[in-house]
């Protein structure tokens, strides 16, 4: 490839072109993670919304299926209405729909999906079920990502409903838990949640979740605009990458990102960034790293090579150490490197004084070797 081209590739996706648009880098797709028309991220409180959780092969957009979608309308904070489908994911190579690990995490297995839905059909009914009202959800950003990209391949237009991330309220109310995952949330709560990782059951926990936050918020802060305004800050840009011991800048940790205080392992080679800046970035933001996967790992990130190898010729060890934790019960995700862009969104920037420049003597430092 190019340097030219590649210079373009790397400024449109890491430093978020406004073009919609996929390219091809070593003969696999990298998704834009700017998606024109998505809905906005909010913070507020309101009596009428719509709770969404999907249920998914993986966590790349690009790579996994989803497999179950969830949802209960309320208005004035009552349930109207419900919706839940199974939805029949594209077969694997080794005649499933799901491998082993999904069927042990979720339940689903492949007899239940054989006979379900297809996605554009699931989707259809999904869209005509939400409308315009505001989603909310645990870790929802994941899903948003996931059935915005659904809906573009799928129904030829964006999710554009607005979404609140319950996850960050849990980090704002909550900041001296070790954790803040939808069961942890549960827990704190007293609230049962009978069937864990099915989307309808997690529907209606994020609900109670949604709930009990709600009067926290206002207990601390008062009113909800006061709430709202407690999550604003200001990024200022990152100056200098130092090459030694990585070590994060304490005015630019974020408490309200995804990585913050959590533990890291990068594996593989990263497309965008090198590893040590893609450290810095977690370092930055409050985040820890790691050389191997241990049982702090919060987060496993697969370079995109290593993901794609990963989906077609079995699973590294890593990935098994991590999956086998996460069976256990342990807080961790394994992701793609595009989820991961998904996670620190336009905090890329903080990196350089100068993206293009500098992006341009990387990329030239590279395409020598």
């Not at 979720?106 to 989707?123: C, F, K, R």
């Amino acid at each position: 490839m190019a340097i030219f081209d590649t210079i373009i590739i790397l400024y449109n996706q890491l430093f978020v072109a406004v073009i919609h648009l996929n390219v091809v880098v070593s003969g696999y797709e990298i998704p834009n993670t700017s998606r024109k028309g998505k809905g906005r991220s909010i913070i507020a409180l309101p009596e009428s919304y719509c709770v969404v959780d999907i249920e998914t092969t993986g966590l790349s957009t690009n790579w996994d299926n989803i497999i179950e979608i969830g949802a209960i309308r309320y208005e004035k904070n009552e349930e109207v209405r419900s919706f839940q489908t199974l939805v029949k994911p594209p077969m694997r190579h080794d005649g499933k729909y799901v491998d082993d690990f999904i069927v042990l995490l979720t339940g689903i297995t492949n007899s239940m999906l054989e006979d379900a839905p297809g996605l554009g059909e699931s989707l259809l009914a999904f869209d005509d079920f939400i409308g315009d009202s505001v989603i909310i959800g645990y870790n929802v950003s994941f899903d948003i990502n996931f059935l915005y990209d659904a809906f573009i391949k799928n129904l030829r237009k964006p999710l554009s409903n607005n979404y609140i991330d319950l996850l960050r309220f849990s980090r704002k109310l909550y900041p001296n838990m070790p954790h803040h995952t939808l069961s942890d949330m549960v827990y704190r709560f007293g609230y049962k949640n009978e069937n864990a990782h099915r989307a309808l059951s997690d529907v209606k926990a994020t609900k109670h979740c949604y709930e009990r936050m709600k009067v926290e918020a206002l207990n601390q802060f008062g009113t909800e605009e006061a709430f709202a305004d407690s999550f604003k800050r200001k990024y200022t840009r990152y100056d200098h990458f130092k090459a030694s011991e990585i070590q994060g800048d304490p005015d630019k940790n974020d408490p309200t990102c995804l990585l913050y205080n959590r533990y890291c392992v990068f594996t593989g080679r990263l497309e965008r960034l090198s590893r040590k800046e893609a450290m810095q970035i977690v370092a930055n933001l409050g985040g820890f790293n790691e050389d191997r996967v241990s049982k702090k790992t919060n987060y496993l990130i697969l370079g995109n090579n290593d993901y794609c190898s990963t989906i077609k010729d079995g699973k590294s060890s890593k990935q098994k150490t991590a999956e086998k934790y996460k069976l256990n019960g342990q807080d961790i995700e394994i992701i793609p490197e595009t989820v991961f862009y998904d996670m620190i969104g336009d905090r890329a920037v903080e990196i350089y004084d100068d993206p293009v420049i500098d992006c341009f003597k990387q990329m030239f430092k590279r395409e020598q070797q």
